[in-house]
């Protein structure tokens, strides 16, 4: 009779593996249970809104800085918003060189992706003037550090730095030969705030084994072969998805996936609400944490 003495990562690997099946992760954690969120808001000062995300060891900053633009030619009454993504090379060893620019660039086209459609924000309010002049919002996503999930942990960042923006008020005078001036409220408070109610968050669910968790540590992550990004609303509405990884998954998995997306998002979507308006009533008196307090 051989036996075979396996060793700590063997074990580590192999737990992963089997433990969703009972529905019990190496932290201890269901499948559909994600890790502690800290959210929070206005912590970068020269922004029109910003937000600070920590899931688990995932480390993620936003910041949004409205300027004024142009319309774009085939949607002349509506503003736009354009992202960036820095993946700094202190978050993982994997983002030096080319590796960060590449995942920074997917972490992009992801998130434009999911602002494609009218719903997710209202874009008519970011205009001024048709045709000619409008709000664009850039938004920059700084990766501090990579410990699994980036893709919800972003989403949430993304929607709280939004939550968090003012947008200064507006007026176009129009004089009698026909020209435009555009005059800025005085007033710092007389802003335009966006509503981010339908504005989606990305629920990412890892196939391991033969059931699926979400909110996946770096080890999990490493385990899974197949995972499927999923962008949910607040009301359970899926806006679109999409695979990751090499492996395949099967029409079931997939419904499945999709299933428990749309139930965990709810969730998800219901507390980084009461977070926000919690911070926001909160006002000047609430106490910053972290490096950038």
Same mark, same amino acid.
């Given at each position: 009779?051989?036996s075979?003495?396996m /060793?700590?990562?063997?074990?580590?690997?192999?737990?992963?593996v089997?433990g969703?099946?009972?529905d019990?992760r190496?932290? /201890?954690?269901?499948?559909?249970?994600y890790? +502690?969120?800290?959210?929070?808001? $206005?912590?970068?000062?020269?922004?029109?809104?910003?937000?600070?995300?920590? @899931?688990?060891?995932?480390?993620?900053?936003?910041?949004?800085?409205? =300027?004024?633009?142009?319309?774009? @030619?085939?949607? #002349?009454?509506?503003?736009?918003?354009?992202f960036? !993504?820095?993946?700094?090379?202190?978050a993982?060893?994997?983002?030096?060189?080319?590796?960060? $620019? $590449?995942?920074?660039?997917e972490?992009?086209?992801?998130?434009?992706?999911?602002?494609?459609?009218?719903?997710?924000?209202?874009?008519?309010t970011?205009?001024?003037?048709?045709?000619?002049? +409008?709000?664009?919002?850039?938004v920059? %996503?700084? @990766?501090?550090?990579?410990?699994?999930n980036?893709?919800?942990a972003?989403?949430?960042?993304v929607?709280?730095?939004?939550?968090?923006?003012?947008?200064?008020?507006? *007026?176009?005078?129009?004089?009698?030969?026909g020209?435009?001036?555009?005059?800025?409220?005085?007033?710092?408070y007389? +802003?335009?705030?966006?509503?981010?109610?339908?504005?989606?968050c990305?629920?990412?669910?890892?196939k391991?084994?033969? *059931?699926? %968790?979400?909110?996946?540590?770096?080890? =999990?992550?490493?385990c899974?072969?197949?995972?499927?990004l %999923?962008?949910?609303?607040?009301?359970?509405?899926?806006? +679109?998805?999409?695979?990751?990884?090499?492996?395949?998954?099967? #029409?079931e998995?997939?419904?499945e996936?999709?299933e428990?997306?749309?139930? !965990?998002?709810?969730?998800?979507?219901?507390?980084?609400?009461?977070? @926000?308006?919690? =911070?926001?009533?909160?006002?000047?008196?609430?106490?910053?944490?972290g490096?950038?307090?």
């Amino acid at each position: 009779k051989a036996s075979v003495s396996m /060793g700590e990562v063997g074990k580590r690997h192999s737990y992963i593996v089997m433990g969703p099946p009972e529905d019990l992760r190496v932290d /201890g954690r269901g499948c559909e249970d994600y890790r +502690c969120v800290e959210v929070e808001t $206005d912590v970068v000062s020269n922004t029109s809104g910003s937000a600070r995300v920590k @899931l688990g060891h995932t480390d993620i900053l936003v910041g949004v800085k409205a =300027e004024m633009g142009t319309p774009k @030619l085939e949607k #002349p009454n509506e503003g736009y918003l354009e992202f960036f !993504v820095d993946c700094s090379a202190n978050a993982t060893p994997e983002f030096e060189g080319r590796g960060g $620019d $590449d995942l920074g660039t997917e972490i992009a086209n992801t998130l434009y992706r999911i602002f494609n459609n009218k719903s997710s924000v209202d874009l008519k309010t970011l205009c001024i003037s048709p045709r000619e002049h +409008c709000w664009v919002l850039y938004v920059d %996503v700084l @990766l501090l550090e990579c410990g699994g999930n980036l893709f919800d942990a972003i989403s949430i960042a993304v929607k709280a730095a939004l939550f968090n923006t003012s947008i200064p008020r507006v *007026r176009v005078l129009e004089d009698e030969e026909g020209s435009k001036d555009i005059e800025l409220s005085d007033d710092p408070y007389d +802003c335009i705030r966006l509503s981010v109610e339908n504005v989606p968050c990305i629920v990412t669910l890892c196939k391991i084994g033969y *059931r699926h %968790v979400v909110d996946a540590t770096l080890q =999990e992550e490493a385990c899974s072969l197949a995972s499927l990004l %999923v962008s949910v609303t607040s009301k359970g509405v899926v806006t +679109c998805m999409r695979k990751v990884g090499k492996g395949s998954l099967d #029409p079931e998995s997939i419904f499945e996936m999709m299933e428990t997306g749309k139930r !965990v998002g709810k969730v998800l979507h219901a507390s980084l609400q009461s977070v @926000l308006h919690k =911070e926001e009533s909160l006002g000047p008196k609430r106490q910053k944490v972290g490096f950038l307090g």
